[in-house]
């Protein structure tokens, strides 16, 4: 496959694999979705910034996470949207490293904020008279730099091994944005490097984000179970239930995606799978901590409250 020197400007993405009479749904369902999760994001991220009651860590740190949804989801949804419309479905060498890069970062910025508000919940319930001394505002602070950093780095290391291959004869992605595994199978350099750092920073990146959120969980049970009560087991409910749903959500998609055995028809379970974190996870979030929680409600209400009054004078 060492066909000549001359590298590739560009790349074609293929796209979802729907049939031409259903690009039209496909389109509306994904518009839908995609303004749904920027509107949905953004209402969260405006309403803890305005109500004073939400200064709280967990509120700030999901406003974070908004943010990083947000975000996310604008690194792939707005150019499928674009080549579903387009005759045209290519993308630049420079678009597809920076597409690559910012969906590494906030896909990694997002399971390192899991896990500070999964620590956030543990001092709440665990040490609730030290809460407010132990999640100061600049440890708060301190946890959400940390993950900028470590998301910047881990990022950068792959998107630069990236670009230091050579891609000389085939163009095409079969799938709807620059995916990592897609992009190395192009190479026509050897790859072997490059398949052992995603193989050990996405383990590292990946499973012990889990497991400090695991064991933290682990601690709020067994002191749960200390003293068991029935309105200690409501409060920690009410605190931990939305950020338990989110992580499910989050570690569902990646597990279903590399640990269950792949059928034969895999790009197409692929496909699904990829629709699922870019699309449905960031778009399912502020529901997910909006829906049941009455401080989110309240802060709504007063917002709204304050905002008529000076109108109706
Ligand atoms: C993220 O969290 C930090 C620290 O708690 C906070 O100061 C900042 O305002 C938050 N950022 C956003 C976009 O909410």
């Not at 004073?52 to 740190?61: A, E, G, N, Q, R």
């Not at 904020?113 to 319930?125: E, G, T, W």
């Not at 709204?304 to 000076?310: E, G, S, Y």
Request: with cysteine.
């Amino acid at each position: 496959m060492r066909g000549g020197n001359q590298t590739i400007s560009e790349f074609l993405l293929l796209g979802l694999p729907l049939q031409p009479e259903q690009q039209n749904q496909f389109y509306a369902l994904f518009l839908a979705m995609y303004l749904t999760t920027v509107l949905g994001n953004l209402l969260i991220i405006i309403l803890i910034r305005l109500d004073s009651h939400l200064h709280t860590p967990m509120y700030l740190f999901l406003s974070n996470l908004s943010f990083s949804d947000l975000c996310f989801s604008s690194v792939t949804v707005p150019k499928l949207l674009n080549n579903m419309q387009s005759q045209d479905p290519s993308i630049s060498y420079a678009g597809c490293l920076a597409q690559m890069y910012f969906f590494l970062f906030f896909g990694d910025l997002e399971s390192f904020l899991l896990v500070a508000m999964a620590y956030d919940r543990y001092v709440a319930i665990c040490f609730p008279l030290h809460y407010g001394t132990i999640m100061s505002p600049s440890l708060c602070l301190c946890l959400v730099a940390v993950s900028w950093v470590l998301t910047t780095f881990h990022a950068m290391l792959h998107t630069l091994l990236m670009a230091s291959l050579c891609f000389c004869a085939d163009n095409v992605i079969p799938h709807f944005f620059c995916d990592m595994s897609a992009l190395l199978k192009l190479a026509c350099s050897d790859t072997r490097v490059n398949e052992l750092v995603i193989f050990i920073m996405g383990g590292l990146v990946v499973v012990i984000p889990f497991l400090l959120i695991i064991m933290s969980y682990a601690r709020i049970v067994s002191s749960i179970l200390k003293v068991p009560s029935a309105r200690g087991i409501r409060k920690a409910f009410s605190t931990c239930g939305s950020h338990l749903s989110v992580v499910s959500l989050f570690y569902g998609t990646i597990i279903g995606l590399y640990l269950c055995p792949s059928a034969d028809n895999s790009t197409v379970k692929e496909t699904v799978m990829a629709v699922m974190y870019t699309v449905v996870t960031p778009m399912l979030n502020p529901f997910i901590y909006s829906l049941r929680n009455r401080d989110m409600k309240g802060a709504l209400g007063r917002v709204i409250c304050k905002k008529k009054i000076p109108f109706s004078l």
